[in-house]
């Protein structure tokens, strides 16, 4: 009695674990986004210190890169809400969605949902650090 208990638990407890797919939630479709920056260039130069950020474009797509520490994170500024044309903003704590008269919140550590009821999340990039002052951003 006691092992199908214990099995049923097991069952139950990774049938009830979800993969939120590296954020996407196909909210926002797949595109390929592959490309570089130079954290020596002007227009980088927030990222040099922990919590800086910035936005540039790759791949046409609006990206915020964000320093955390000795790495650092990306994430597409389109609003993951349906019929949302409006990029999202940063705060410095978290990506903020201002579409139709609603404020959508997402948390800037993993791009979860911060606000009641949503149910996407901002798509994050992969960021890899070349060499320390060149970057590659992409999603594959």
Not at 72 to 80: E, H, K, N
């Amino acid at each position: 009695m006691m092992k199908n208990l214990l099995f049923l638990f097991v069952i139950l407890f990774f049938t009830s674990c979800t993969s939120n797919n590296g954020g996407n939630n196909d909210c926002i479709p797949f595109l390929s986004v592959n490309g570089t920056v130079n954290l020596d260039l002007p227009e980088f130069i927030n990222l040099q210190v922990i919590g800086g950020h910035t936005s540039t474009v790759i791949s046409n797509r609006n990206i915020l890169i964000i320093r955390r520490s000795s790495n650092f994170q990306a994430f597409d500024l389109q609003c993951p809400e349906q019929n949302c044309s409006t990029p999202m903003s940063f705060d410095g704590l978290k990506l903020i969605c201002r579409c139709n008269n609603n404020q959508h919140e997402y948390n800037s550590l993993n791009g979860s949902p911060l606000t009641s009821g949503t149910t996407c999340f901002a798509k994050e990039y992969r960021v890899e650090n070349l060499n320390g002052s060149i970057l590659r951003i992409t999603n594959f």
